[in-house]
């Protein structure tokens, strides 16, 4: 009953930006966390970045520094601003987010996942 589709993804050079964006409808009562993970091929899905309701944010090691996870201005979406994007960032990236449709339980949904290449 939910569903999240990713947006933005691309082929970029070394150094270069992208800006991801995720956007939740569906039945909704409340999202809690919102991230983005990444796998790349013959890798495992790994988190890059979450936002909490509340706006805290965590972000892998990797990507300290260059990425930004925010809640967008649009009730319900996401955004991964992503600076000095290096060819190791090359993978598939989902959106993920925490959300209560029925009775108290939250659930986790994914998206489809939007591709992003960094190569010269």
């Known amino acids: 009953q939910v569903q999240l589709v990713e947006s933005g993804g691309g082929l970029v050079q070394p150094g270069g930006s992208l800006r991801l964006s995720c956007a939740a409808s569906g039945r909704i009562r409340s999202i ?7 796998q790349a091929p013959g890798k495992q899905r790994e988190l890059v970045a979450a936002i909490t309701s509340g706006g805290r944010t965590n972000y892998a090691d990797s990507v300290k520094g260059r990425f930004t996870i925010s809640r967008g201005n649009a009730k319900n979406t996401v955004i991964l601003q992503m600076n000095s994007l290096k060819p190791e960032d090359t993978a598939a990236y989902y959106c993920q987010m925490s959300v209560l449709a029925y009775g108290t339980v939250y659930e986790i ?3 489809q996942g939007t591709q992003v290449t960094v190569s010269s």
């Open 32 to 38: 809690d966390t919102m991230g983005w993970y990444r």
């Open 109 to 111: 949904s994914w998206g």
